[in-house]
């Protein structure tokens, strides 16, 4: 039941021009009228507290209207937009054949490919871990990286 749905009905009469008598209208569960009369500070009270409900359900209302568009609008305002099931199906599959063409690389090469990639290793770092110069690394790096580009192409033709 909402403000709108009142089960009762209150109103002034007044007499004689002079005074004004307070009410309280409603009809009980087996349809018989009352008309109650009431003092005129339980009237005032029972209006504050009636138009405090009021404000309170049109609250939870407008409440209740924005958590049935929350999910929408994250979407619209995420950051990254979630991928579609065919981008997430797409995307496994590119990892796969970067790791296959990873996995294919002789062991010297894959292990210098990996260490700056996969764990932030510098060639300096990597040229002190194998005795050897920076620069050799650097190749080894460079040579990895075309012949990884050449098997994902292979893929993408095929």
């Given at each position: 039941m909402t403000f709108m749905d009142k089960v009762y009905t209150l109103r002034t009469e007044v007499r004689a021009n002079v005074e004004t008598s307070y009410f309280i209208s409603f009809a009980d569960g087996q349809g018989e009228f009352y008309d109650l009369e009431v003092?005129?500070?339980?009237?005032?009270?029972?209006r504050?507290?009636?138009h405090k409900n009021r404000n309170l359900q049109q609250s939870d209302w407008?409440?209740?209207e924005a958590?049935?568009?929350?999910?929408?609008?994250?979407?619209?305002r995420a950051f990254r937009v979630p991928k579609s099931v065919e981008e997430l199906i797409f995307d496994?599959?590119?990892?796969?054949?970067?790791?296959?063409?990873?996995?294919?690389?002789p062991?010297?090469?894959?292990?210098?490919?990996?260490l700056p990639h996969e764990y932030g290793f510098n060639y300096t770092k990597i040229g002190r871990m194998e005795h050897c110069r920076p620069q050799s690394i650097r190749q080894s790096v460079i040579r990895a990286r075309e012949k990884i580009k050449a098997e994902i192409e292979k893929y993408r033709n095929s």
């Open positions: 003092s005129e500070e339980f009237y005032v009270e029972f504050k507290l009636e407008r409440h209740q958590s049935d568009l929350w999910d929408e609008t994250l979407y619209r496994a599959e590119q990892r796969e054949v970067l790791r296959k063409a990873i996995d294919a690389l062991e010297i090469q894959r292990r210098r490919f990996l």
